[in-house]
């Protein structure tokens, strides 16, 4: 494995946070909102992105993994969802990276059946060179390559989460 170029700096993600917070708190003009946060990979980012915003916001969680490595399985398993009653409310689904879609497409179906107002999708980095399925989120930190990316959140194997930046990983 080898470390290759930064795509993003710490510098360039807190700006681009600091922007997508300032295009959510107006398009949600002042109403409450719930953030359902995707574990893990979207810790960081939406921990930034939740403190940058003046928008009234409850937290839940939801774990849905797709992945073993670097590759896709296919299918989706969740090993949490919301805890809270997410009927009649507006929802903001926190996601670190939209690949292939399925992933984004099992949890906003997940939370359609617990019956929101509306369902909302931010996501740090879009890759649409390896969607499989369509899903077009709402908003976008960055779009990048079909190349394979860990830090600020996103992982190989569990590993690399904590670096401040983004970096292509080379295996």
Do not use: C
């Not at 993003?8 to 997508?20: F, G, P, T």
């Not at 879009?126 to 709402?138: H, S, T």
């Amino acid at each position: 494995m080898k470390m290759n170029e930064v795509l993003y700096n710490a510098a360039a993600i807190a700006d681009r946070v600091q922007e997508l917070a300032k295009e959510l708190d107006v398009a949600f003009d002042g109403s409450s909102i719930v953030a359902v946060v995707a574990l893990k990979g979207a810790m960081p980012f939406a921990m930034d992105l939740i403190r940058s915003m003046k928008t009234p916001i409850a937290v839940e969680l939801i774990r849905a993994k797709s992945y073993l490595g670097r590759e896709s399985t296919g299918e989706v398993e969740f090993s949490l969802l919301p805890e809270g009653d997410l009927t009649g409310k507006t929802v903001l689904v926190i996601e670190d990276i939209l690949d292939t879609g399925r992933t984004a497409r099992a949890i906003y179906g997940a939370l359609l059946i617990q019956n929101p107002q509306r369902v909302h999708v931010v996501t740090l980095l879009d890759k649409p060179a390896r969607r499989e399925v369509e899903f077009q989120p709402d908003w976008v930190g960055f779009s990048i390559e079909n190349v394979f990316v860990v830090g600020y959140g996103l992982d190989y194997d569990e590993a690399y989460r904590q670096l401040p930046d983004i970096r292509v990983l080379e295996l």
